[in-house]
């Protein structure tokens, strides 16, 4: 096959090797969970839907909810919340997954399923703040070029859910909580910004990245304040102490995926070995290191992580676009051929996961009266590899373990 099919193929390998339905079925079971007793069902993130069916193949619980990005058959109510903006279904969502976790008693459980997007999927806003608010600050936030971590630092503490909160919530229960990660290295207090474990970051914390970013004067004032109050020791800081009847999984992430990937090369004969299941950076400029990354001819090389993108420009995209561009100027007219792509399926706000990229893109480009480096600037690659022919649109994927880079030199 050819070396853009053999990606892509290989890149929908990798989703499928974190499928959170299979995923979370047998963590079920590892659990040893049963009917026995009353379990309830809190659900949130991209991988929701997917991981409530899950659950179901083991108990047979009617009492959940879904919190997700969209609807899809669940064996229970989906509340459909904005993401990577939250909007009124994000709040909404939060309140009833609060709720159901503060009716559940001493011999009750509450088994949490958490996949990557239930940061923006839950949004209670913490008291004083307003859904705008949070609206406003997420969007200053994801443009400005803080990673994940940063930013969920900054949402656990404007949060009524977040940064264990929901924990508080379900503190006479046993507490049960799977975890699909889309973050580097698997924090468990960020992913998601750890609804249900302990915090260790503060207000302080908060304030720093505001200040190292210069957010200030781009996000409400009310938001400003609320944090500095948190300083100053006016509002308690998010939990610190864990649950003490809690158990906790991560049942996929970035580097499952990424073997999965590589696997799949393999079965085709072809050499594959995974470089890194913790790439970060700028995106741009992660891309050109990783195409300058030595291999053999013929080898296809596999990364895992999740990059970060500074607008500065007017244009659509995302980030795994952003490094599909920067690599096609990079490889231009070279027998190298690029993937990025997003393990949901969605690529900022955009209808792509990504883009695949080869030595002959950028003459594409040029065909069309293009200017790859004017489209990287304005941070414009949806239309320039949409132009060219190398987006990759597969839609919502139902799963989320960050991204999935593969490059083959020939």
């Given at each position: 096959?050819?070396?853009?099919?053999?990606?892509?193929?290989?890149?929908?390998?990798?989703?499928?090797?974190?499928?959170?339905?299979?995923?979370?079925?047998?963590?079920?079971?590892?659990?040893?969970?049963?009917?026995?007793?009353?379990?309830?069902?809190?659900?949130?993130?991209?991988?929701?839907?997917a991981?409530?069916?899950?659950?179901?193949?083991?108990?047979?619980?009617t009492?959940?909810?879904?919190?997700?990005?969209?609807?899809?058959?669940?064996p229970?109510p989906?509340?459909?919340?904005?993401h990577?903006?939250?909007?009124?279904?994000?709040?909404?969502?939060?309140?009833?997954?609060?709720?159901?976790?503060?009716?559940?008693?001493?011999?009750?459980t509450?088994?949490?399923?958490?996949?990557?997007?239930?940061?923006?999927?839950?949004?209670?806003?913490?008291?004083?703040?307003?859904?705008?608010?949070?609206?406003?600050t997420n969007?200053?936030?994801?443009?400005?070029g803080?990673n994940?971590?940063?930013?969920?630092?900054?949402?656990?503490?404007?949060?009524?859910?977040?940064?264990?909160?929901l924990?508080?919530?379900?503190?006479?229960?046993?507490?049960?909580?799977?975890?699909?990660?889309?973050?580097?290295?698997?924090?468990?207090?960020?992913?998601?910004?750890?609804?249900?474990?302990?915090?260790?970051t503060?207000?302080?914390?908060?304030?720093?990245?505001?200040?190292r970013?210069?957010?200030?004067?781009?996000?409400?004032?009310?938001?400003?304040?609320?944090?500095e109050r948190?300083?100053?020791?006016e509002?308690?800081?998010?939990?610190?102490?864990?649950?003490?009847?809690?158990?906790?999984?991560?049942?996929?992430?970035?580097?499952?995926?990424?073997?999965?990937?590589?696997?799949?090369?393999r079965?085709?004969?072809?050499?594959?070995?995974?470089?890194?299941?913790?790439?970060t950076?700028?995106?741009?400029?992660a891309?050109?290191?990783?195409?300058?990354?030595?291999?053999?001819?013929?080898?296809?090389l596999?990364?895992?992580?999740?990059?970060?993108?500074?607008?500065?420009?007017?244009?659509?995209?995302?980030?795994?676009q952003?490094?599909?561009?920067?690599?096609a100027?990079?490889i231009?007219?070279?027998?190298?051929?690029?993937?990025?792509?997003g393990?949901?399926?969605?690529?900022?706000?955009?209808?792509?996961?990504?883009?695949?990229?080869?030595?002959e893109?950028?003459?594409?480009?040029?065909?069309?009266?293009?200017?790859?480096?004017?489209?990287?600037?304005?941070?414009?690659?949806?239309?320039?590899?949409?132009?060219t022919?190398?987006?990759i649109?597969?839609?919502?994927?139902?799963?989320?373990?960050a991204?999935?880079?593969?490059?083959?030199?020939?």
């Amino acid at each position: 096959m050819d070396d853009r099919t053999l990606l892509l193929d290989a890149f929908l390998a990798g989703i499928a090797g974190v499928d959170p339905e299979a995923a979370t079925e047998l963590a079920a079971k590892r659990l040893g969970l049963s009917d026995r007793h009353r379990i309830v069902v809190v659900a949130a993130g991209k991988a929701a839907i997917a991981m409530s069916r899950g659950i179901t193949r083991v108990v047979k619980t009617t009492e959940g909810v879904v919190v997700a990005p969209g609807e899809d058959d669940s064996p229970f109510p989906v509340t459909v919340a904005g993401h990577p903006v939250p909007d009124e279904g994000s709040v909404a969502g939060a309140y009833r997954a609060l709720d159901l976790a503060e009716s559940a008693g001493p011999n009750d459980t509450v088994v949490c399923l958490i996949s990557g997007g239930a940061s923006a999927l839950l949004a209670a806003p913490a008291e004083g703040l307003s859904l705008e608010d949070l609206r406003t600050t997420n969007a200053a936030l994801l443009d400005c070029g803080a990673n994940i971590v940063e930013t969920n630092t900054v949402r656990k503490h404007l949060s009524a859910i977040k940064g264990g909160r929901l924990t508080v919530a379900a503190g006479r229960s046993r507490l049960v909580t799977l975890v699909l990660s889309d973050i580097v290295g698997d924090p468990l207090d960020a992913i998601a910004s750890g609804p249900t474990v302990p915090d260790p970051t503060t207000f302080e914390d908060a304030v720093a990245v505001l200040d190292r970013y210069g957010l200030r004067e781009r996000i409400p004032e009310p938001v400003v304040v609320h944090l500095e109050r948190g300083r100053a020791g006016e509002i308690p800081e998010t939990p610190i102490e864990p649950h003490p009847r809690h158990e906790i999984e991560i049942i996929g992430n970035g580097a499952v995926a990424a073997e999965a990937a590589a696997g799949y090369v393999r079965s085709q004969g072809i050499r594959s070995r995974v470089v890194s299941t913790r790439y970060t950076g700028e995106a741009r400029e992660a891309a050109v290191a990783a195409v300058d990354v030595p291999s053999e001819a013929g080898e296809v090389l596999v990364f895992a992580g999740e990059t970060t993108v500074t607008v500065t420009g007017s244009g659509k995209g995302g980030r795994n676009q952003e490094a599909a561009l920067a690599a096609a100027i990079e490889i231009d007219e070279r027998q190298i051929t690029f993937l990025a792509g997003g393990t949901d399926g969605i690529d900022g706000p955009t209808d792509a996961a990504g883009g695949i990229v080869d030595g002959e893109t950028v003459n594409r480009g040029r065909s069309l009266g293009l200017n790859p480096a004017t489209a990287l600037r304005n941070n414009d690659a949806h239309t320039y590899l949409d132009a060219t022919g190398d987006l990759i649109v597969i839609g919502p994927t139902g799963t989320n373990v960050a991204d999935l880079w593969l490059i083959k030199r020939r």
